[in-house]
Protein backbone atom coordinates (compact mmCIF):
# COMPACT_ATOMS: atom_id res chain seq x y z
CA UNK A 1 0.00 0.00 0.00
CA UNK A 2 1.37 3.38 -0.63
CA UNK A 3 2.25 5.75 1.55
CA UNK A 4 -0.46 8.55 2.65
CA UNK A 5 0.85 11.98 2.13
CA UNK A 6 -2.00 13.66 4.16
CA UNK A 7 -4.10 12.15 7.42
CA UNK A 8 -6.59 14.23 9.22
CA UNK A 9 -8.22 12.66 11.87
CA UNK A 10 -11.40 13.52 14.29
CA UNK A 11 -11.30 17.51 12.34
CA UNK A 12 -13.92 20.09 13.77
CA UNK A 13 -13.62 23.48 13.01
CA UNK A 14 -16.25 25.68 14.91
CA UNK A 15 -16.79 29.17 14.15
CA UNK A 16 -18.82 30.80 17.27
CA UNK A 17 -20.18 27.37 18.35
CA UNK A 18 -21.34 26.52 14.44
CA UNK A 19 -19.22 23.55 13.20
CA UNK A 20 -18.57 23.84 9.48
CA UNK A 21 -16.29 20.57 9.83
CA UNK A 22 -17.36 17.85 12.30
CA UNK A 23 -15.28 15.05 12.95
CA UNK A 24 -13.51 14.65 9.61
CA UNK A 25 -11.93 12.05 8.79
CA UNK A 26 -9.73 11.81 5.46
CA UNK A 27 -6.29 10.16 3.55
CA UNK A 28 -4.90 10.39 1.19
CA UNK A 29 -2.40 8.55 -0.34
CA UNK A 30 0.90 9.92 -2.31
CA UNK A 31 -0.13 10.49 -5.89
CA UNK A 32 -3.52 10.22 -5.82
CA UNK A 33 -6.27 12.30 -7.01
CA UNK A 34 -8.94 13.23 -5.17
CA UNK A 35 -12.00 14.92 -5.98
CA UNK A 36 -14.07 16.23 -2.58
CA UNK A 37 -17.60 17.29 -3.79
CA UNK A 38 -20.81 17.75 -1.42
CA UNK A 39 -23.46 21.05 -1.62
CA UNK A 40 -22.57 24.49 -0.97
CA UNK A 41 -22.33 24.76 3.23
CA UNK A 42 -20.79 21.42 3.66
CA UNK A 43 -17.49 22.49 4.80
CA UNK A 44 -15.51 22.02 1.34
CA UNK A 45 -14.09 25.59 1.63
CA UNK A 46 -12.97 25.70 5.14
CA UNK A 47 -11.37 22.13 4.55
CA UNK A 48 -8.82 23.44 2.21
CA UNK A 49 -8.29 26.39 4.60
CA UNK A 50 -7.31 24.28 7.42
CA UNK A 51 -5.39 22.13 5.64
CA UNK A 52 -3.45 25.48 4.17
CA UNK A 53 -3.20 26.90 7.64
CA UNK A 54 -5.61 29.42 6.99
CA UNK A 55 -7.98 27.96 9.61
CA UNK A 56 -6.85 26.56 12.85
CA UNK A 57 -8.38 22.80 14.14
CA UNK A 58 -10.41 23.00 17.03
CA UNK A 59 -10.31 19.47 17.64
CA UNK A 60 -8.40 16.81 15.82
CA UNK A 61 -5.10 16.60 13.65
CA UNK A 62 -4.20 17.49 10.15
CA UNK A 63 -1.11 15.66 9.40
CA UNK A 64 1.12 16.27 6.13
CA UNK A 65 3.99 13.65 5.16
CA UNK A 66 4.02 12.70 8.61
CA UNK A 67 3.85 16.36 9.99
CA UNK A 68 0.94 17.66 12.70
CA UNK A 69 -0.03 20.86 10.72
CA UNK A 70 -1.05 22.45 14.18
CA UNK A 71 -0.18 26.11 14.62
CA UNK A 72 2.14 26.36 11.89
CA UNK A 73 1.39 29.66 9.73
CA UNK A 74 -0.11 29.36 6.17
CA UNK A 75 3.56 30.41 4.52
CA UNK A 76 5.42 27.79 6.69
CA UNK A 77 2.92 24.84 5.06
CA UNK A 78 3.25 26.44 1.97
CA UNK A 79 6.84 25.93 2.51
CA UNK A 80 6.21 22.04 3.23
CA UNK A 81 4.68 21.18 0.12
CA UNK A 82 1.53 22.20 -0.07
CA UNK A 83 0.54 24.63 -3.04
CA UNK A 84 -3.21 25.83 -3.61
CA UNK A 85 -4.60 27.46 -6.62
CA UNK A 86 -8.26 29.59 -5.92
CA UNK A 87 -10.99 29.49 -7.72
CA UNK A 88 -10.11 32.78 -9.70
CA UNK A 89 -6.58 33.15 -11.15
CA UNK A 90 -4.02 35.24 -9.82
CA UNK A 91 -1.78 36.08 -12.53
CA UNK A 92 0.28 39.18 -13.26
CA UNK A 93 -2.14 40.48 -16.31
CA UNK A 94 0.72 42.80 -16.83
CA UNK A 95 3.55 40.62 -17.24
CA UNK A 96 3.82 37.80 -20.14
CA UNK A 97 3.02 34.05 -19.55
CA UNK A 98 7.03 33.64 -19.50
CA UNK A 99 7.31 36.27 -17.31
CA UNK A 100 4.64 34.50 -14.88
CA UNK A 101 6.46 31.41 -14.67
CA UNK A 102 9.36 32.95 -14.07
CA UNK A 103 8.65 35.01 -11.35
CA UNK A 104 6.88 31.86 -9.58
CA UNK A 105 10.10 30.09 -10.35
CA UNK A 106 11.99 32.41 -8.54
CA UNK A 107 9.30 33.81 -5.77
CA UNK A 108 12.00 33.85 -3.04
CA UNK A 109 13.82 36.11 -4.76
CA UNK A 110 11.36 38.86 -5.31
CA UNK A 111 9.50 40.39 -8.29
CA UNK A 112 12.15 43.20 -9.50
CA UNK A 113 15.22 41.51 -8.63
CA UNK A 114 13.37 38.63 -11.02
CA UNK A 115 11.95 40.78 -13.91
CA UNK A 116 15.18 42.92 -13.92
CA UNK A 117 17.78 39.60 -14.07
CA UNK A 118 18.67 37.77 -17.25
CA UNK A 119 17.03 34.74 -16.81
CA UNK A 120 19.51 31.94 -16.13
CA UNK A 121 19.86 28.61 -18.48
CA UNK A 122 18.14 26.77 -15.75
CA UNK A 123 15.68 29.00 -15.44
CA UNK A 124 14.84 28.96 -19.14
CA UNK A 125 14.29 25.22 -19.32
CA UNK A 126 11.90 25.24 -16.24
CA UNK A 127 10.06 27.58 -17.91
CA UNK A 128 10.18 25.80 -21.04
CA UNK A 129 8.85 22.62 -19.00
CA UNK A 130 6.27 24.18 -17.69
CA UNK A 131 5.04 25.59 -21.15
CA UNK A 132 4.68 22.69 -22.55
CA UNK A 133 3.18 21.09 -19.31
CA UNK A 134 0.44 23.77 -19.38
CA UNK A 135 0.21 23.50 -23.14
CA UNK A 136 0.80 27.50 -23.63
CA UNK A 137 3.86 27.51 -25.15
CA UNK A 138 2.91 29.76 -28.41
CA UNK A 139 1.75 32.59 -25.74
CA UNK A 140 4.82 32.75 -23.82
CA UNK A 141 5.31 36.11 -24.83
CA UNK A 142 1.61 37.32 -24.65
CA UNK A 143 0.21 39.51 -21.83
CA UNK A 144 -1.56 37.33 -19.26
CA UNK A 145 -4.42 39.80 -19.66
CA UNK A 146 -4.57 38.59 -23.11
CA UNK A 147 -5.29 34.89 -22.57
CA UNK A 148 -8.57 33.43 -22.12
CA UNK A 149 -9.85 32.22 -18.62
CA UNK A 150 -9.29 28.55 -19.57
CA UNK A 151 -5.69 29.85 -20.03
CA UNK A 152 -5.35 32.47 -17.30
CA UNK A 153 -6.37 29.02 -15.06
CA UNK A 154 -3.68 26.77 -16.68
CA UNK A 155 -0.99 29.44 -16.31
CA UNK A 156 -1.44 29.76 -12.95
CA UNK A 157 -1.45 26.04 -12.53
CA UNK A 158 1.56 26.41 -14.15
CA UNK A 159 2.90 28.94 -11.68
CA UNK A 160 1.62 26.30 -8.65
CA UNK A 161 3.78 23.71 -9.79
CA UNK A 162 6.74 25.99 -10.49
CA UNK A 163 7.37 25.87 -6.83
CA UNK A 164 7.42 22.34 -6.89
CA UNK A 165 4.52 21.25 -4.55
CA UNK A 166 4.01 17.64 -3.19
CA UNK A 167 0.38 18.26 -2.81
CA UNK A 168 -1.94 20.56 -5.12
CA UNK A 169 -4.86 21.85 -4.00
CA UNK A 170 -7.48 23.43 -6.27
CA UNK A 171 -10.46 25.12 -5.88
CA UNK A 172 -13.16 24.86 -8.79
CA UNK A 173 -11.10 25.14 -11.63
CA UNK A 174 -13.64 24.92 -14.48
CA UNK A 175 -16.59 27.55 -12.85
CA UNK A 176 -17.18 29.32 -16.37
CA UNK A 177 -14.92 27.86 -18.75
CA UNK A 178 -15.85 26.34 -22.11
CA UNK A 179 -16.04 22.82 -22.81
CA UNK A 180 -13.27 22.27 -24.25
CA UNK A 181 -11.11 24.47 -21.92
CA UNK A 182 -12.89 22.44 -19.47
CA UNK A 183 -11.00 19.23 -21.19
CA UNK A 184 -8.11 21.27 -21.33
CA UNK A 185 -8.10 21.78 -17.93
CA UNK A 186 -8.88 18.14 -16.98
CA UNK A 187 -6.46 16.85 -19.25
CA UNK A 188 -3.46 19.00 -17.32
CA UNK A 189 -4.55 17.46 -13.67
CA UNK A 190 -4.28 14.01 -15.34
CA UNK A 191 -0.91 15.14 -16.31
CA UNK A 192 -0.07 16.58 -12.97
CA UNK A 193 -1.32 13.96 -10.80
CA UNK A 194 1.36 11.34 -12.46
CA UNK A 195 4.11 13.35 -10.39
CA UNK A 196 2.05 15.07 -7.75
CA UNK A 197 -0.57 14.29 -5.11
CA UNK A 198 -3.76 16.34 -5.54
CA UNK A 199 -7.53 17.37 -4.35
CA UNK A 200 -9.57 19.25 -6.52
CA UNK A 201 -12.99 20.64 -5.20
CA UNK A 202 -15.47 20.90 -7.98
CA UNK A 203 -19.45 21.54 -8.59
CA UNK A 204 -18.90 20.31 -11.96
CA UNK A 205 -19.88 16.38 -12.41
CA UNK A 206 -19.02 16.04 -16.28
CA UNK A 207 -15.61 17.06 -15.19
CA UNK A 208 -15.65 15.28 -12.02
CA UNK A 209 -16.29 12.16 -13.92
CA UNK A 210 -13.28 13.51 -16.38
CA UNK A 211 -10.70 13.09 -13.98
CA UNK A 212 -12.05 11.34 -10.71
CA UNK A 213 -10.53 7.73 -9.82
CA UNK A 214 -11.79 8.80 -6.17
CA UNK A 215 -14.65 10.70 -5.17
CA UNK A 216 -15.03 12.11 -1.44
CA UNK A 217 -18.26 13.54 -0.35
CA UNK A 218 -18.81 16.09 2.09
CA UNK A 219 -22.13 16.71 3.71
CA UNK A 220 -22.50 18.56 6.78
CA UNK A 221 -19.03 19.10 7.63
CA UNK A 222 -18.50 15.20 7.97
CA UNK A 223 -17.34 12.20 5.26
CA UNK A 224 -20.69 11.24 3.96
CA UNK A 225 -19.22 8.78 1.28
CA UNK A 226 -16.11 8.05 -0.81
CA UNK A 227 -15.55 5.89 -3.63
CA UNK A 228 -15.87 5.84 -7.68
CA UNK A 229 -17.88 8.34 -9.41
CA UNK A 230 -20.47 5.47 -10.07
CA UNK A 231 -20.39 4.20 -6.36
CA UNK A 232 -21.48 7.83 -5.31
CA UNK A 233 -23.84 8.42 -7.64
CA UNK A 234 -25.75 5.68 -6.83
CA UNK A 235 -25.49 5.74 -3.43
CA UNK A 236 -28.59 6.40 -1.77
CA UNK A 237 -27.35 9.18 0.92
CA UNK A 238 -25.73 11.49 -1.72
CA UNK A 239 -28.82 11.27 -4.12
CA UNK A 240 -31.26 12.23 -1.10
CA UNK A 241 -28.42 15.22 -0.02
CA UNK A 242 -28.53 16.56 -3.60
CA UNK A 243 -31.89 16.47 -4.29
CA UNK A 244 -33.24 16.07 -0.99
CA UNK A 245 -35.59 13.23 -1.52
P1 LIG B 1 -18.57 25.06 1.09
O1 LIG B 1 -17.22 25.51 0.62
O2 LIG B 1 -18.76 23.58 1.00
O3 LIG B 1 -19.69 25.80 0.45
P2 LIG B 1 -17.78 26.37 3.57
O4 LIG B 1 -16.59 25.66 4.10
O5 LIG B 1 -17.58 27.67 2.88
O6 LIG B 1 -18.65 25.38 2.66
O7 LIG B 1 -18.78 26.65 4.78
C1 LIG B 1 -19.29 25.64 5.65
C2 LIG B 1 -20.21 26.29 6.65
O8 LIG B 1 -19.44 27.06 7.56
C3 LIG B 1 -21.22 27.26 6.02
O9 LIG B 1 -22.45 27.11 6.71
C4 LIG B 1 -20.60 28.61 6.27
O10 LIG B 1 -21.60 29.61 6.41
C5 LIG B 1 -19.86 28.40 7.59
N1 LIG B 1 -18.64 29.24 7.68
C6 LIG B 1 -17.56 29.16 6.87
N2 LIG B 1 -16.63 30.07 7.25
C7 LIG B 1 -17.15 30.74 8.32
C8 LIG B 1 -16.67 31.81 9.17
N3 LIG B 1 -15.45 32.35 8.99
N4 LIG B 1 -17.49 32.24 10.16
C9 LIG B 1 -18.70 31.68 10.34
N5 LIG B 1 -19.20 30.66 9.60
C10 LIG B 1 -18.45 30.21 8.60
Redesign the pocket.
Known amino acids: MNERILEIENLTVS??G?K?LNDLNFSLETGELRVVI?P????????LDTITGKVQPTEGTVRFKGRNLRDRKEHEIARLGIGRKFQTPRVYLNLTVGENLDLACNRQKGVFQTLFKKPTHGDRLTVAGLLETIGLTPKVDLKAALLSHGEKQRLEIGMLVAQSPDLLLVDEPVAGLTDEETENVGNLLLALAESHSIIVIEHDMEFVRQIARRVSV?HQ?SLLCEGTMDEVQNDRRVIEVYLGQ
Request: glycine share 26%; no cysteine.
Open positions: FDFAGNGAGKTTFLG
